[in-house]
């Protein structure tokens, strides 16, 4: 099938040309139907540039919610078994799609809040500012086998799990897409930084991205510099002029490693007893916690033992901690020579996995 590139036309139609079982993600960043009336302006009664779009006015509810079935349905045959689909949305249409979504037969992992650091004023004066959208991440159904890089999440995140809480920047700056008379390209430009997460979090280097509403590329720009396939549906030629701009001047990266995914579950199982008959440490040397206060030693089996206790190196470590569990590679250390820095015992499973398990 053919990727990497911008189809013009409705979204419904050109997602009908598309084969079944075809695309891995898609991504949606369909019109909001804000029922905005009438024209806003700020407190020096400059005119707010908002969303305004023949694009995202629809008669009635009724008339929205036909149109997200329609666009949905095909959404869903599209879609691998196992593939996973976003929608983005707003407290005026985020609701009834995700009603869509549940009806229509998806199951829904996520929702995703993304806190916008540097939201639009309510200038108004007669709300809450709006400062967050709402992202559904939703399985095709609840037995696919969907892609979640949860330990690369994790390494974004400084070693925490990713929560669920976004904290992301409206696009801004040099980012937003302007026109040759300054003005903005498209109302609505998400920030790469958004999509950065979402690709990186659900798919691997070659899948394939839809999105059907492609706009000014977003989607598309952060698939190519991730080393993922995309396909973009937009029906405005402005928009998709700039898309393809913005795209033609990306580079990808060269280095495929550089991309891949960290998965530990994918690692060989490597347990403590492996390091003791590669010789990488010995029976009866002496393990410490790190700062000394506890000292086992090493048996033969792979266990260890403090006084009349003995057990794995997760079983002892929890046990003299207080806790329920314990990463043992991580609680017990060793030293090279005697009376030398203490490094925890993760450092011999790293060694044995570079030489042995490579």
């Not at 013009?8 to 598309?18: A, C, N």
């Not at 920030?191 to 999105?211: C, F, H, K, M, Q």
Request: net charge neutral; aromatic share 10%.
């Amino acid at each position: 099938m053919k990727t990497n590139f911008i189809m013009h036309g409705d979204s419904i139609e050109q997602m009908k040309k598309l084969p079944d079982n075809s695309v891995d993600v898609i991504f949606a960043d369909p019109p909001y139907n804000m029922q905005l009336g009438g024209d806003l302006h700020r407190p020096d009664n400059t005119k707010v540039d908002a969303v305004n779009d023949a694009w995202d006015k629809f008669s009635d509810f009724a008339a929205y919610d036909d149109f997200t079935v329609e666009w949905m349905n095909q959404a869903r045959r599209i879609l691998k078994e196992n593939g996973t689909m976003w929608v983005i949305g707003s407290y005026h249409n985020i609701f009834r799609v995700g009603a869509k979504i549940q009806d229509l037969g998806f199951w829904i992992l996520n929702d995703i809040v993304w806190v916008k650091t540097n939201p639009m004023p309510n200038f108004r004066g007669t709300r809450f500012t709006n400062a967050h959208e709402t992202l559904i991440w939703c399985a095709k159904s609840e037995k696919s086998k969907y892609t979640f890089n949860y330990d690369s999440m994790k390494n974004f995140n400084d070693g925490l799990q990713m929560r669920s809480d976004w904290h992301v920047p409206i696009c801004l700056g040099s980012e937003r897409l302007k026109d040759e008379a300054g003005k903005k390209v498209h109302t609505t430009q998400k920030p790469e930084a958004l999509l950065y997460r979402i690709i990186l979090a659900s798919t691997n280097p070659g899948d394939v991205i839809l999105d059907p509403f492609f706009g000014t590329g977003t989607t598309g720009a952060v698939a190519k510099k991730l080393g993922r396939h995309y396909i973009g549906i937009e029906r405005d030629e402005n928009y998709i002029k700039y898309a393809q701009k913005r795209l033609d001047a990306i580079t990808q990266i060269a280095d495929d490693t550089a991309l891949e995914p960290v998965n530990k579950k994918a690692e060989p199982r490597i347990p403590f007893g492996s390091v003791i008959e590669h010789g990488l440490i010995k029976p009866g040397t002496k393990l410490f916690d790190i700062k000394r206060r506890y000292c086992a030693t090493v048996k033969a089996d792979g266990s260890i033992y403090l006084g009349s206790d003995h057990g794995s190196i997760h079983q002892m470590g929890a046990k003299v901690a207080g806790l329920a569990s314990c990463n043992g590679w991580t609680f017990w250390h060793f030293e090279r020579k005697k009376n030398d820095d203490l490094l925890p015992l993760d450092t011999l499973r790293q060694q044995l996995k570079s030489e042995i398990f490579c």
